[in-house]
């Protein structure tokens, strides 16, 4: 028999996080010695409170298909939480509770792309959002940026990148891979850039919005002006420490809401109704509840940092959320060890696997072929001897 796949899914990137992530357990499987700084995924335990409200919820007999878009009283507590956090006013219509903030993102690409239609990217990017995109017909416009502007695109590449064919616009503050936060009036001066073009779309991704070190998150929904063409996606796989719950949604204008939720209603009905309880009692918390995980990721934050600034060769911007490092290691290109020369930063993040025991992503995932991406969401013993082994190994 033929095996033949669609072109879709054939012209389609594997996640590169996730295939890293899986290389990693493959080679621990097979014996060896891996520390995995691949994966965003923070290695604390869900909060308690969390924990015992999803026990609830089985003894509550929870265990019905949910309406598609989520519980009346889950979208009732991402109001009062989007108010509180972000003071934006959202009505119930207006927020899709999803399997994780990946199908939230790619419920946007289905519902707002015709073929050809462009997305901008700021670069560096997250991994998803280019193959999300192209899945839904649509062409990634990539608009670089690098570490001499802290990874965050000017107005003037933003406007450049700008064709009658933009349609959406998809980046992440924290951003991953990162760390950098734009600012109010960084996001301000992009904002008066799209202002004199209506037809584009923002999806703002603050799914690091609580893994802020600098305290000062700001979204493009909060601009009146952006408010009816921004949508907000959060979740709670990295505050909460969720990520197998598979929780994420939006607050959008309510002609898109209305679409997803079309959308999802045909590809995965409600999210897991567990979860969705679970998550109630999570986003009606007050956040400082999780602020010791915060604080552990401030530490090791510096850690690294300060680990990472120690090998020659690495350069590496302060992130000010998220949990990521980017460091350049360009100067590495064109060495050579053991007849393998390293062209790229996809076959530096490889001799890292091979040479040094170290699963880290390749920048090229992200748009920035320059950088690889170190996850600081481990122990702070992985982290030390992480970077001891990749010093040890590029000397
Ligand atoms: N956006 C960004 C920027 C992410 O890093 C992730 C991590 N998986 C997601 C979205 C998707 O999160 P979720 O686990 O909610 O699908
Ligand atoms: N967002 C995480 C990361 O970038 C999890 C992996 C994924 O969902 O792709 O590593």
New binding site residues.
């Given amino acids: 028999m033929q095996q033949r796949l669609s072109d879709r899914v054939t012209q389609m990137a594997t996640?590169a996080?996730?295939a890293m992530?899986a290389k990693a357990r493959e080679l621990r499987e097979s014996g060896k010695d891996i520390i995995g700084l691949?994966?965003?995924?923070p290695d604390f335990t869900v909060p308690e409170f969390v924990k015992d409200a999803a026990i609830q919820a089985v003894k509550d007999d929870y265990h019905s298909y949910t309406p598609v878009d989520g519980y009346g009283d889950l979208k009732q507590a991402i109001i009062t939480k989007f108010e509180r956090d972000n003071g934006l006013h959202y009505n119930p219509a207006q927020i899709v509770v999803s399997t994780?903030a990946?199908q939230s993102l790619s419920n946007l690409a289905m519902v707002l792309l015709n073929p050809g239609d462009e997305v901008l990217l700021p670069a560096p990017y997250?991994?998803?959002y280019s193959d999300i995109s192209k899945l839904a017909g649509g062409v990634p416009v990539v608009i670089p940026s690098s570490i001499e502007t802290d990874f965050k695109v000017t107005p003037e590449a933003l406007e450049a990148a700008i064709t009658p064919k933009t349609r959406m616009m998809i980046y992440s503050s924290p951003c991953?891979?990162s760390g950098s936060v734009y600012s109010k009036e960084e996001l301000r001066a992009l904002a008066d850039v799209l202002a004199k073009y209506p037809e584009i779309i923002v999806v703002s991704d603050e799914i690091y919005e609580h893994i802020n070190f600098v305290d000062q998150h700001a979204s493009m929904a909060s601009f009146d002006d952006m408010y009816d063409r921004t949508v907000v996606v959060n979740g709670v796989?990295?505050a909460f420490s969720m990520?197998g719950w598979r929780i994420g949604y939006i607050g959008a204008p309510e002609w898109i809401a209305r679409a997803c939720n079309k959308m999802q209603g045909q590809v995965t009905s409600g999210a897991n109704c567990i979860a969705q309880r679970a998550t109630i009692d999570a986003l009606n918390n007050n956040p400082e509840k999780i602020k010791y995980m915060i604080d552990a990721f401030k530490e090791r934050r510096q850690l690294v940092l300060e680990l990472v600034n120690d090998i020659p060769g690495f350069k590496a911007n302060e992130p000010e959320g998220a949990f990521?490092v980017f460091p350049d290691i360009s100067a590495y290109f064109g060495k050579t060890l053991n007849g393998k020369t390293i062209e790229n930063a996809t076959d530096f993040s490889l001799f890292l696997l091979e040479e040094a025991n170290v699963a880290t992503?390749t920048g090229v995932a992200f748009g920035d072929p320059n950088c690889i991406?170190i996850?600081y969401a481990a122990s702070e013993q992985d982290i030390r001897e992480a970077l001891r082994r990749i010093k040890e190994a590029v000397s």
């Fill in positions: 996640s996080t996730l992530a691949s994966l965003g995924e994780g990946k997250w991994v998803s991953n891979p796989s990295k990520t990521y992503v991406r996850s």
